[in-house]
């Protein structure tokens, strides 16, 4: 049986729900023939449901070379996923941030040591309906207003935002509070994660947030730039002005540096007692090893060459661990 690549409209699920992967054959992003190893076992990863299409792709891949090897990928969001894997749930944890003080301290009193890996990197990308002919551009102080705390119940309408924009109601879509995206979004752009307005239309799914944005002509939202790439024609990004002028979200711009405040990497986190098992370690080296094939197929934003040197020596110190 092949596989069938799903569309990452399909990957982005509810809250803690699974994409279970049938090891079987099919295509790969890497090249050369489909073969098998003596490899077997299970993975279970969950988290992030901005990076759950990335690995999921790379699960898909590496079970086409290893079919005695059963990957799960879940998205139940950044803390979420992190509470599995500090319970001994997971084997690895998908990231949109780094892990916190607080779930390192859940980790230890479980005894797992997470071993950190950034696998991609991202623009987080502030998305507005196609309708909107008003806003091409905002400034991360006009982000604020919309989003702090102090805007909850008072800041209802673009004309508030800026008296040349019309009157139109605002509505507002997000990350949910257990995502590492809204922990990243409210910290670059309110100054402190966790920090926002709670009158939004919070989700875990992001194709939840594409399709409030589509639906409604005064709708702002964010989310993920593989989920943008996704969509494109379905919603149109804005500019963002982070005090250097307004730049589009764009893989260059993630590696030139300037995409501010609104680029970050992303990250995988393995389980030291899990990287010593064969199967786990292949798959992580799988991905490393087919980096630039899986983040250009997932559409996401390849390491630079500090990243790449970076992942070259944690890689090490997993293998002498």
């Known amino acids: 049986m092949l596989f069938t690549r799903p569309s990452f409209k399909a990957l982005a699920i509810a809250t803690a729900a699974t994409i279970g992967l049938a090891a079987c054959g099919g295509g790969s992003s890497s090249e050369g ?7 077997s076992g299970s993975i279970i990863i969950d988290g992030s449901s901005t990076v759950a299409p990335l690995i999921t792709i790379a699960a898909e891949d590496f079970q086409t070379k290893n079919s005695g090897v059963r990957v799960t990928v879940g998205t139940s969001g950044t803390g979420g996923g992190f509470e599995k894997f500090c319970a001994g749930e997971t084997d690895i944890a998908n990231a949109s941030r780094e892990i916190k003080d607080s779930e ?23 998305v507005v309906n196609n309708d909107n002919d008003w806003a091409t551009c905002l400034t991360v102080d006009q982000l604020k207003k919309m989003w702090e705390p102090t805007a909850e119940g008072k800041v209802s309408n673009w004309n508030q ?7 139109q109601k605002l509505g507002l879509f997000g990350a949910g509070t257990d995502s590492g995206t809204f922990d990243y979004f409210t910290k670059a752009i309110n100054g402190e994660e966790g920090a926002s307005r709670t009158d939004y239309n919070p989700t875990e799914d992001d194709n939840v947030t594409v399709k409030g944005v589509q639906g409604d002509p005064g709708a702002i939202g964010y989310f993920g730039f593989s989920y943008l790439e996704e969509n494109a024609g379905s919603v149109k990004a804005l500019e963002i002005d982070g005090g250097k002028g307004c730049v589009a979200p764009s893989a260059e ?5 300037s995409y501010v405040p609104l680029s970050r ?16 370690k292949a798959f992580v080296d ?14 996401f934003v390849p390491l630079d060459e500090a990243q790449r040197t ?6 090490a110190a997993i293998d002498n661990a």
């Open 33 to 39: 023939e489909s073969t098998d190893s003596d490899l």
């Open 104 to 126: 390192k301290e859940a980790c230890a009193a479980k005894g797992i040591e997470p071993l950190e890996l950034i696998v991609a990197n991202d623009a987080l990308s502030v």
């Open 161 to 167: 935002i800026d008296s040349s924009f019309p009157d």
């Open 253 to 257: 711009a993630v590696q030139d540096g």
């Open 265 to 280: 990497p992303l990250y995988i986190y393995v389980s030291k007692s899990a990287a010593a098992r064969p199967e786990v």
């Open 286 to 299: 799988y991905y490393f090893e087919n980096q630039d094939s899986i983040s250009e197929e997932a559409l």
């Open 310 to 315: 970076k992942a070259a020596e944690e890689l």
